[in-house]
Each structure stands twice: as C-alpha cells, then as structure tokens.
C-alpha cells in the first residue's frame, strides 16, 4: 500500500485507536516556554501527578525576556521565567535559561542541539511548531490543557488530517528566498485555505532549499492554516543531522520518510518557481502580500462584498492608498529575528545587503539572533560588527523580541515596521503597529532605503 509521508509519521507513532473516531499518538519530544506551561504544571500538581518522561521534554526562555542584556526582566516576566525553572527543577526537565549558553528561540535551539531528526513527532505549545516538518518530522502546535496531557502520559489525543501537496516546481530567480516562497504559497492558497490539512512541500525549487530555509517554510506554513507541513527526507536532511551536541538521540531508521511513489494526496497544488518575485505584506493577514514591484490592491482586485470590506479595512489600519506603488512606503522601524528568521543563514543574508552600507537617517533597526549559539557563530563571523557600522542594534540576548507585544520590544501606535517575521495581525508588534513582512535581506534594504524596496537593487 502506498502512503504519503504523513500517514507514515501517523502510523508510526498510533498507540491505538479510540471510539470517537480519533486515536491515542505517542510524542517523542516535547517543547515547552515560559508562556504556556504554567497552567499545565499547574494541572499536574491538582491532581498528583508525574511527568512520565523528563527526558523527552526540553524548556526554554524565549517570549517574554527582555533581548538587551543590561535589563532584568519585569516583575511578571521574572515570575513566569522563576516559575518554568522551579518546574523543571521538581521534574527533573532539562532548561535553558537566561544565560545558558545553549538559551534562545524554541523552533531555533531544538534543531540546533539536534534534536529533531526524521520519522519524529515533536509537540509544542506554540503554532509555529510546523517548523520541524523541514526534517521529515510531524510537528504542530497544541493547547494547555494537551501539555499536561503529554507531560504526564508521553501521548496525545489526535484526529487524521487530510493531505495537501504543494509543488514548487522551476528555479526561483535571484534574489527570491524561502521567506518569498512560503509567501507565495500563502498568497495562493490564503490563510485559513489549509484549515484541516497537513501540508507537504515538493518540487525542485523545495528540494534545492538547504535547510534553513526548509525550516522558514515550514514554519509558515501555519499561516495557511496547515497543522503540519512536511518535507520529504534527503541528503540535505541526512547533512543536517550531524554535529550536534544530540546528533543521534533521535532515530527512526525503520522508514523512508518521504511519501511513496503513485500515493494520493486529497489536494495537489502547483506553484512555478519562476514566477515567484520578492514579496511584501501590505495588509494585516500573511496571504495580503504583492512583489515588491506591484502597487496596493484596490477593490476592483476583489469580487465579494466581504473581500472588499476586509481590504477597506486593511488599509485603514495600515493608512495606505489603494493603488499605491509598494516601493513608495516609508518605514520607521526594520525588525529582523524571530523563529521563521534569525538564523545564521537569514543574519548572513541581511549582512550582505548591509556590508558597506548605512540605514537612513530616522529608521530604527533592531537584529536579535534567534539563541545564544547563533549570535556567538555570528560575532566569530564578523556579522556583528556589519550591523552595527551599519546602524542596527545588535541585540546580546535571544528572544522572540518585536515577533509579539509580549516583551519589551513593542512598536508604538502607527509605527511601521518592515518585519522578518510570521505574522502581520493587528496589534500582532504593538497596539497600533503596521507591519510588513518580508525576508530577512529585504528588511536590511528598506532600512538602508528608509521605505520598502527591491533587494534585487542592491546587489
């Protein structure tokens, strides 16, 4: 019988069937922050119970810590980050902390230290959990009341998804990233157009993505809706593996975790490579993105009274004309980091952009390596010392920082921001903020143009 990689990953890891039609799935590994864990303890300690397997569990600081190293977390930062450790400290969990030199952005540390390799089911209580499907691993986010579930008894319970292919087939042009791909497929399929589905990426210009870039596309893929997204694994995926303080933890060798030849998918979509442009948001959703090159859309680009009422209300909220030139947009703030960018490969995209180069007067730009273990390769690198000749703020501690309003990084009511990272929602970096994503070179180009513009310019 033919299968795609997903129902592998399900197979793999079904404990047993239930009656209501969803089953029992076993959960190799298990990420956890300050944010969304204390509830689950919580739980745990009510009902006098254990977790099952500390040593399938890793926490880390990330959401609400400050990025600059000379301030001390606020009160109730403090006690969310005291309250993780003391946890983990009763368990027997593995933390890492502020100052831990293996510290940082979950979706950045786990793949890091190597622990996540392909045939894996990886939990998380974040959404952005879909990254791990760069490995051929089944990642995806889940609820509070779903951690305590894990924590005291390794195992979830789960409902079969159906399946998407998503080809992406042709060379992309210079200067078009995995941040300009996830885009394009967003902008094709619409957010929510993935809802009840896992996700697999395919074709040669997947394939051809080193793995940093598998991940960036994972990991958006959640802005389709997608509860998983999966990459076939390869000899890319196998170079990726080793190295690692964990290399080898992992390892299911029983399978070939891609999807077998002639298997049905429910939905086949294809994308050419070629056509695919650097791309901007415009709106407050991931899907409302143009090239770099277009103009925003006006209501004659949308058919239904309910798509011309959202447009409207985009605009407001972002203060854009219909019809105006993309590259005609100024910004205050560039933003590049976050768990879709700010790894080694996105800072050495940026530092190329930068190298040589100034930002304009007025903009304010901040760059936050994605963990502890990044910004010191980066500094070994040289890259530190690019940013800063070129105006950024070099941030020495890892954090999620301006991604979400949940630290100390937030942009003000109609600051705008030309953003690295996943999600443009309305207040999603500040009460009021205006938000444009893009990747992570194209941030450095609309900080050094002080308005949004081609990275294919300044090469």
Known sequence: MTRTLYDKLVDAHKVCDLSDGDMLIYVDFHIMNE???????????????????????????????????????????????????????????????????????????????????PGMLIACGDSHTTTYGAFGALGFGIGTSEVEHVL?????????????????????????????????????????????FAVEFAGSAIRNLEMAGRMTVCNMAVELGARAALIAADKVTQNALSGHAHSGLFEYLSETWETDPGAAFDQDITIAGGDIEPLITWGTSPDQSVPITGTVPSTKSFVSPKAKAGLERALTYMGLSAGQPI??????????????????????????????????????????????????????????????????????????????AMNDDVALDGERVASSTNRNFEGRQGRGARTHLMSPAMVAAAAVAGRLVDVRDFV
């Open 327 to 404: 590259q005609s947009i100024t910004i205050d703030t560039a933003f590049i980091g976050s768990c879709t960018n700010s790894r080694i490969e996105d800072l050495r995209q940026a530092a190329d952009v930068l190298r040589g180069r100034k930002i304009a007067t007025g903009i304010k730009a901040i760059v936050v390596p994605g963990s502890a273990m990044t910004r010191m390769k980066a500094e070994s690198e040289g890259l530190r010392e690019i940013f800063e000749a070129a105006g950024f703020q070099w941030r020495p501690e890892a954090g999620c920082s301006m991604c979400l």
């Open 35 to 117: 944010y969304t864990s204390p509830q689950a303890f919580s739980g745990l300690e009510t009902k006098g119970l254990k977790v099952r397997r500390p040593e399938a569990h890793l926490a880390v600081v990330d959401h609400v810590n400050a990025t600059r190293s000379v301030e001390a977390p606020d009160a109730q930062s403090k006690l969310l980050i005291d309250n993780l450790e003391s946890n983990c400290r009763k368990h027997n969990i593995a933390f890492y902390g502020l100052g831990d030199p293996r510290q940082g952005i979950e979706h950045i540390v786990v793949p890091e230290q190597g622990l996540a390799s």
């Open 152 to 196: 005291a008894t390794q195992t979830l319970r789960y409902r079969r998804m159906k399946t998407m292919r998503v080809t992406i087939d042709g060379d992309v042009a210079p200067g078009v990233t995995a941040k300009d791909i996830i885009m394009k497929v967003v902008q094709v399929i619409g957010a929510g157009g993935a809802n009840g």
